[in-house]
């Protein structure tokens, strides 16, 4: 493969050498190259670059783990049956994500917030934001390729379009999950300050209840003569039933005025 090597850029020789480099496609005399970039899913998300130089003659696959071209057996049957293949495997493995989504909304329709709830929702939203830009580019790179070999004979058109299609597909499940997340987020937030305000309401109502034993207690605290109930044996007695009912008007008054605001 030198003559191939010799005939390709310096700069085109680098960019089929960077394994992240984003899809591209750029028309030369004498050859044409061809870099797609795709997401791979597996456990953790990457991305992977196929690169391809077409000539005339045929064309030839650049293997970045034996650092060389390989040669194609059909000028762009092969190059499409690579592709295709990548572009299935990413519609398939696309739907992880979809699973664990609607595993959080099944979650929280049964009032269960997930553990490490926001984690997760962070993770989803930087994947699949990640994998709808580099789609985005690799859906104009090929369109372009598609446009520019059209009128090519023995040129597969509906072959690439098919690939095309399958990037627009995953890009829409894209847009329609990051719509859900968003709902996710928003009902979960909701969800939140429900619990941060019934929360804050009991403690309003506790406060309200011994409000009036403090001020009792701070009176009857006091270091000074002539205090009621001070005098007798009973005193403490009399003190405990005054606080006692204090605590029952109040928690009465409370009720009443918290069933009526219900119902209003």
């Not at 499940?173 to 979960?188: G, I, N, V």
């Amino acid at each position: 493969m030198e003559h191939l090597e010799k005939l390709i850029d310096s700069l085109h020789l680098k960019d089929l050498h960077n394994e992240a480099h984003p899809s591209l496609f750029d028309e030369n005399e004498g050859y044409d190259m061809l870099i797609l970039r795709l997401p791979v899913i597996v456990q953790t998300l990457t991305m992977k670059s196929w690169g391809f130089v077409i000539t005339p003659r045929g064309s030839y696959f650049y293997d970045p783990v034996k650092k060389g071209f390989e040669a194609l057996d059909d000028r762009f049957n092969a190059p499409y049956q690579i592709l295709d293949k990548a572009a299935d495997q990413l519609l398939k493995s696309f739907m992880q994500y979809q699973d664990l989504i609607e595993d959080m909304e099944e979650f929280l329709y049964q009032d269960k917030t997930p553990r490490e709830f926001m984690r997760t929702w962070m993770d989803l939203k930087r994947d699949i934001l990640r994998i709808e830009r580099v789609l985005l580019r690799a859906s104009v790179t090929m369109k372009n390729f598609i446009d520019y070999y059209e009128k090519t004979e023995q040129f597969p058109l509906n072959h690439y379009i098919d690939i095309t299609e399958h990037l627009e597909r995953t890009m829409h499940s894209c847009t329609l999950q990051m719509s859900k997340l968003d709902y996710l987020y928003s009902f979960h937030r909701a969800r939140t300050n429900e619990r941060m305000n019934t929360l804050i309401t009991t403690l309003t109502i506790i406060s309200a209840i011994f409000l009036p034993l403090n001020l009792i207690v701070g009176f009857f605290g006091m270091n000074t003569s002539g205090l009621p109930f001070s005098q007798g044996s009973s005193g403490t007695l009399y003190a405990f039933f005054l606080m006692l009912s204090l605590i029952l008007i109040s928690g009465a008054v409370l009720y009443f005025w918290k069933r009526r605001t219900e119902r209003s």
